[in-house]
């Protein structure tokens, strides 16, 4: 079964980026991905997919200050975020959809 990892996360002031990466353990360039995260006290909650085409769909509260892409020789997808707020503190995962395939998890702290 195929692993996923995320790194990247940390802590950052408002207004900030960070780059998270998705790294899966073998070729998951036919699959989709998606990028969730879950806030202290939230469920969690969907924040964008990637398609194997490389079409992204991302959530309003974030759609234009996040960017999803992959790089299939890598077998890492990534979540750009930019102009960062503190409402965006969560951990965030990585998963393939449909599946109960689930990275770990990496904190992402936005705080002045």
């Known amino acids: 079964q195929v692993q996923l990892v995320e790194s990247g996360g940390g802590l950052v002031q408002p207004g900030g980026s960070l780059r998270l990466s998705c790294e899966a353990s073998?070729?998951?360039?036919?699959?989709?991905v998606a990028w969730y995260r879950q806030a202290p006290g939230k469920q969690r909650e969907l924040v964008g997919t990637?398609?194997?085409?490389?079409?992204?769909n991302l959530v309003d509260s974030v759609k234009e200050r996040f960017i999803i892409s992959r790089y299939n020789s890598e077998q890492t997808i990534y979540l750009q975020m930019s102009t960062l707020k503190p409402e965006d503190t969560a951990v965030y995962y990585c998963t393939i959809p449909f599946t109960n395939t689930w990275g770990q998890g990496t904190q992402v702290t936005v705080s002045s």
């Open positions: 073998e070729d998951i360039s036919r699959e989709a």
């Open positions: 990637i398609f194997n085409n490389g079409l992204t």
